[in-house]
Structures are given as structure tokens and as C-alpha cells.
């Protein structure tokens, strides 16, 4: 994402203020917004692993949400394709709901591929000058085993030259170089992944 194309608000818009502050909505809810950036490979399990770490925290009572690539590109996203300036605009889109929700008292769980290091360096910025918590959790999983999975189909259409574009296969993916965790799916089940995560970055929303 090259920054100097990020939208930039008119001189003419100001900033309101809430009358309900950060400090009392979190205080309500008895615990601190984060965003919780998955990144890896399409079929990674990227939003296995977030629905499932999801799903224990809202049993135990924390309020959290999962913003799913896929879903969003439903709706809020419709209007984008898969071209670089493309994948860039949906990352910088999907991290600015981020930030409301974890603004809002959320643990926000984003599994997205995100393939470009300075797009999720760019929404990790975003965050902290927003004065939340950031953790960029690579689920790190071989192009090979996620074309053995195969969960949408993608890679086969990819090898009959029915689909281009597809990231780790004729499209980059730039890998973490330093994340908050990294998760090693081939050698671990869907569930113990979801508790490595949710026991090793609890002291985001805790």
C-alpha cells in the first residue's frame, strides 16, 4: 500500500468527540478493545482459528467480533477485485472497522490474507495512534498443504489455469517478519491453535 495514496479527510471535517468516552465504555464492559490481524495463505486457516478462539472468549463473557475477508467483500468491500491497489484498499477498509470496534470494547478478530507487509504495517499505525492494541498473528501454513486442503476450490481452478491471481501461487504473499505469534497449523489441532492464541495475547483485553 503505498501511503501517500491513503485517503486523506477535507480540511473542512472535524473530529467529535463522544460524549461517551473510551475509559466509560470499556469500564462498562469490564474489559479493553484490541484487534487481534490474522494473516497466511488463502485456506490457511485464518478464519477457523478465529471463530473458534472467538467463540471460547464470548462463552467466558467478553464481547468480541470477527471480521471475515470473505464476508465483508459481501458488502462493504462488493466494489473491490483482486488487483494489487485493490487488496490494498479492502486492508485499509477492513482496518478501519477495526478500529471502531475495538474502540467500542470489542476483541476484534480479523482473519484476511492481507498479502502486503506495508498495508498491515499501515493498519497496525492506524491503531496505535489510536491508542489500541495491535497483534499481527501469522497463521503459517505451506502454499502445498493449503493447496492439499483445498477448502474453496482455489487452488485446483489455479493449476487448470481457470483462476489467476491467487495469492501464493502467481500472486505475493509477503510473510511476517515480526509477529506477535505465529501459528504452526500442520502441527497443531484447530482448537489447541485457538488456546495458544487466546493464552498467549489475553493480556490485550484483560
Not at 480479523?110 to 504495517?121: K, L, M, T
Request: overall charge negative; some cysteine; hydrophobic content about 35%.
Amino acid at each position: 500500500m503505498n501511503t501517500e495514496n491513503t485517503p486523506q479527510p477535507s480540511g473542512d471535517i472535524r473530529w467529535h468527540e463522544h460524549a461517551i468516552t473510551r475509559k466509560d465504555r470499556w469500564g462498562k464492559l469490564n474489559t479493553r478493545g484490541c484487534t487481534l490481524w490474522l494473516t497466511g495463505l488463502s485456506g490457511a486457516g485464518k478464519s477457523t482459528i478465529a471463530n473458534a478462539a472467538a467463540h471460547q472468549l464470548f462463552t467466558s463473557g467478553v464481547p468480541v467480533y470477527v471480521l471475515d475477508g470473505d464476508n465483508l467483500r459481501h458488502g462493504l468491500n462488493v466494489d473491490l477485485g483482486f488487483s494489487d491497489e485493490d487488496r490494498a484498499e479492502n486492508v485499509r477498509r477492513v482496518g478501519e472497522v477495526a478500529i471502531l470496534l475495538a474502540d467500542a470494547g470489542f476483541v476484534v478478530f480479523v482473519p484476511i490474507i492481507s498479502p502486503f507487509a506495508e498495508g498491515r504495517q499501515t493498519v497496525r499505525q492506524r491503531h496505535e495512534s489510536s491508542g489500541l492494541s495491535f497483534a499481527e498473528v501469522f497463521i503459517a501454513t505451506s502454499v502445498e498443504e493449503c493447496a492439499e486442503r483445498d477448502t474453496k476450490g482455489l487452488y485446483a481452478k489455479a493449476a487448470k489455469g481457470e483462476l489467476t491471481g491467487l495469492t501464493g501461487v502467481d500472486a505475493p504473499y509477503e510473510a511476517p517478519r515480526s509477529p506477535e505469534m505465529t501459528l504452526l497449523t500442520s502441527q497443531r489441532s484447530v482448537e489447541t491453535c485457538a488456546e495458544e492464541l487466546l493464552s498467549g495475547m489475553n493480556h490485550l483485553w484483560s
